[in-house]
T-cell receptor
Framework: QKEVEQNSGPLSVPEGAIASLNCTYS??????FFWYRQYSGKSPELIMS????GDKEDGRFTAQLNKASQYVSLLIRDSQPSDSATYLC??????????????FGKGTKLSVIP | EAGVTQFPSHSVIEKGQTVTLRCDPI?????LYWYRRVMGKEIKFLLH????????ESGMPNNRFLAERTGGTYSTLKVQPAELEDSGVYFC???????????FGQGTRLTVV
């Protein structure tokens, strides 16, 4: 059974600090990982995708993937109050029917305190 | 470019009634997915269309759920008859052919009372 685990939080960080969001997964089938940001009542917004071991940086966001440890993280530098949202970690893999599907964690709620 | 659009945003129906949810994917996206989040749980896969064909419907809970994508454009998800445990947020997502990055709609919050 595929599982993606996230600490539900809430995670509170002061404005300007680094927010670190973590995710572990329990199987070796997932080939790639995605971070979505979801504001209350809004659509999950794709903010980062990572397909290979190592770090991937995009602006203030850095995604890290360690397949040997089955660990994915998202770092947000210079956190802003507008970053306050729920962050969803998802692993992507093809099913036996050839369908690319996402397996989500429950999400971590981040609060950036001004 | 318009994103994934879902209608309605909220629906409250009585047990035993029928509800139809609609999803308009991003124009040109061949892949269309339905996912569902039940309260307190994670978002879970329901089914996947490639154009008008069902690629995988292994996540559909039971035969009370029927999804269609006539013409390969918008999709509908019908629940008939609705049960209390069908309450949740139903998300639609779409992606381009052979691309893995999926873009989500805002969801339809379904409440069955």
């Amino acid at each position: 059974q595929k599982e993606v685990e996230q600490n539900s939080g809430p995670l509170s960080v002061p404005e300007g600090a680094i927010a670190s969001l973590n995710c572990t997964y329990s199987d070796r089938v997932s080939q790639s990982f995605f971070w979505y940001r979801q504001y209350s009542g809004k659509s999950p917004e794709l903010i980062m995708s990572i397909y290979s071991n190592g770090d991937k940086e995009d602006g203030r966001f850095t995604a890290q993937l360690n397949k040997a440890s089955q660990y994915v993280s998202l770092l947000i530098r210079d956190s802003q109050p507008s970053d306050s949202a729920t962050y969803l970690c998802a692993g992507g893999a093809y099913s036996g029917a050839g369908s690319y599907q996402l397996t989500f964690g429950k999400g971590t709620k981040l609060s950036v305190i001004p | 470019e318009a994103g994934v659009t879902q209608f309605p945003s909220h629906s409250v129906i009585e047990k035993g009634q029928t509800v139809t949810l609609r999803c308009d994917p991003i124009s040109g996206h061949d892949n269309l997915y339905w996912y569902r989040r039940v309260m307190g749980k994670e978002i879970k896969f329901l089914l996947h269309f490639v154009k008008e064909s069902k690629q995988d419907e292994s996540g559909m809970p039971n035969n009370r759920f029927l999804a269609e994508r006539t013409g390969g454009t918008y999709s509908t998800l019908k629940v008939q008859p609705a049960e209390l445990e069908d309450s949740g947020v139903y998300f639609c997502a779409s992606s381009q052919e052979r691309r893995t990055e999926a873009f989500f709609g805002q969801g339809t919050r379904l409440t069955v009372v």
